[in-house]
C-alpha cells in the first residue's frame, strides 16, 4: 500500500472549461466505489483555475496546493480556454499544469487507446480498422520542447520578431521512460515501438541510441522497432492494431494521442496517468486526468463525454489503489453502458439519443451495480 495508514488520500481538481463537468462524473464513481467496495480513499474536493485566480489572485491556490501535496493521486479534469485571457501570463504560468507535471517529476505519461467493441460497431472510423485496437502510448511529460530553455519571443534589429523553443533530452530522461514501456510491453504482448525523427533531429538519434542500448542491455525478449513520427501518424490511423506499447518524447505523444483517440472512437473516450519515481517507501505520485483539454467549444452545455476521465479512475485503481480487480469491474461496467446504447453527442450514431454528461455518469453506475451484482451471484 502507498500510504502510511491504510487510506489512501486523492485530490479531486476539476480545473476549468469541461474539466468540472467531466470529473463530478468520475468523481462519483470513485465515490461509488468507497460506499460498495471498501475501497480505502478519502477524497479532497479542490479548486483550480479562473475562480479561485479571482478570489485570490492565484490559479493555485493554498488549499489547492495542500491537498495536492499530502495526495497519493490527483484526479484532474482539464486548463485552459478563453477565459485565460484574464489571467497574467507570469500568474498562469506559476501554477500551469505543466508546472505541476514537472514539480512532482510525473515523467512517465500512459495513454491506453483501447476501442470498445460497441463503439467498434458504430463509431466513425470504419468497424474493421476499430476492432480490437488496443495499445498504450507512453509519452514522455517532464522534459522536451515544451520545458527547453532558452525559448521566448525577441525583437531583432531588423524589427522582426522571432519564437524560439529547444528541444532536449538528456539519457536519463530517454532511458527511463524507455524502461517504463519495456516493463510494460513485459505485462501485455511484449512489443515496443519507439517514435522519433531522428533522421532530422540531434535529440531524435540520442534518443534511438539510448533505447536501442537499453533493449541490448536489459530488454532484449522484448520485440523493438523505430518508426518516425510522420510514418507513425499514418500508421496509427491505417493500422493501430499493428501496435502494443509506443514510446515517444512529449510534443509527438501529446500529438499523437488526440490522433489515436479516434481509433478508440472519440478524443473524450481517452484516460491516462502521469507518474512519478517510485521512492524510498514504495510510493509514486500520479495524476489522473483525461487527454483531452477544456473543450471550450462546449463548456458549460453539459454535453462533454465523461469517460476518459471515469476510465482514469480505472488506472487510478489499477496502478495507485492496487485494486485490479475494481479497475477491471469499472472497465467492464463503461463497456456494458456502451453495449447498452449509452452515448454521449461524439460517439453518438445517427438517429441515437444523445445521454448529457450526467446521464452517462448515471449509465456507468447502473452498468456497475448490475455488473457487480452479477459477479458475486456467480461466486
Ligand atoms: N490536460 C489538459 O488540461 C489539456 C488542456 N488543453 C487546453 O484546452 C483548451 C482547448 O484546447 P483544444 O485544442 O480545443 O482541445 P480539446 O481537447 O479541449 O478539444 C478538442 C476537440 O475535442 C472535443 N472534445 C474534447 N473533449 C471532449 C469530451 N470529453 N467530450 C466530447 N468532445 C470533446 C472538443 O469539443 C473539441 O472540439 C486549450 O486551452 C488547451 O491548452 C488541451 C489539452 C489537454
Ligand atoms: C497543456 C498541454 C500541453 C496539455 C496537452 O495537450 C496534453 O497534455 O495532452
Ligand atoms: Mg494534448
Keep these: 500500500m502507498n500510504n502510511r495508514s491504510n487510506m489512501f488520500k486523492v485530490a479531486v481538481v476539476g480545473g476549468e472549461g469541461i474539466g468540472p463537468e467531466v470529473t463530478a462524473q468520475s468523481h462519483r464513481v470513485l465515490k461509488w466505489f468507497a460506499a460498495n467496495r471498501g475501497v480505502p480513499v478519502t477524497m479532497r474536493e479542490a479548486q483550480y483555475g479562473i475562480i479561485p485566480y479571482l478570489a485570490t489572485g492565484k490559479v493555485l491556490p493554498e488549499d489547492t496546493v495542500e491537498a495536492m501535496e499530502e495526495a497519493d493521486a490527483i484526479l484532474w479534469g482539464a486548463t485552459g480556454g478563453p477565459e485565460t485571457k484574464e489571467v497574467p501570463p507570469a500568474a498562469r504560468k506559476a501554477g500551469s499544469l ?25 463509431a466513425p472510423l470504419k468497424a474493421e480498422v476499430l476492432r480490437g485496437v ?34 532536449q533530452y538528456t539519457t536519463n530522461q530517454i532511458r527511463r521512460v524507455a524502461r517504463a514501456a519495456f516493463e510494460l510491453a513485459r505485462t501485455r504482448k511484449g512489443k515496443v515501438c519507439s517514435v522519433d525523427k531522428a533522421n532530422v533531429l540531434e535529440t531524435s538519434v540520442l534518443w534511438r541510441e539510448e533505447v536501442i542500448a537499453l533493449h541490448k542491455q536489459e530488454f532484449s525478449d522484448v520485440e523493438l522497432n523505430h518508426l518516425y513520427v510522420d510514418n507513425a501518424a499514418m500508421q496509427i490511423v491505417r493500422e493501430p492494431r499493428q ?16 490522433c489515436a483517440a479516434m481509433a478508440s472512437g472519440s478524443l473524450g473516450m481517452l484516460p491516462s496517468a502521469s507518474l512519478g519515481p517510485v521512492d524510498k ?19 458549460g452545455k453539459g454535453i462533454a463525454n465523461p469517460l476518459g476521465s471515469i476510465l482514469s479512475v480505472a488506472m487510478m485503481l489499477r496502478l495507485t489503489l492496487d485494486r485490479p480487480d475494481d479497475a477491471d469491474l469499472l472497465e467492464k461496467a463503461v463497456d456494458t453502458a456502451l453495449a447498452n446504447g449509452a452515448r454521449t453527442a461524439d460517439i453518438a450514431e445517427a438517429g441515437a439519443t444523445r445521454l448529457s454528461t450526467e446521464q452517462m455518469g448515471d449509465a456507468v453506475l447502473s452498468a456497475l451495480e448490475k455488473v457487480a451484482a452479477k459477479q458475486k451471484e456467480s461466486v
Design 98 to 122: 505543466l508546472s505541476m507535471r514537472r514539480k512532482y517529476d510525473l515523467y512517465a505519461n500512459l495513454r491506453p487507446i483501447v476501442a470498445s467493441p460497441a463503439l467498434a460497431d458504430s
Design 134 to 167: 488496443d495499445f498504450v502510448i507512453i509519452r514522455e511529460l517532464t522534459s522536451g520542447i515544451y520545458f527547453g530553455e532558452p525559448r521566448g519571443i525577441e525583437t531583432l534589429a531588423d524589427g522582426q520578431r522571432r519564437g524560439f523553443n529547444t528541444e
Design 243 to 258: 501496435f502494443d506499447v509506443m514510446v515517444t518524447g512529449n510534443i509527438f505523444g501529446d500529438i499523437l494521442s488526440d
Design 281 to 299: 517507501f514504495g510510493r509514486r505520485k500520479a495524476l489522473y486526468e483525461p487527454v483531452h483539454g477544456s473543450a471550450p467549444d462546449i463548456a
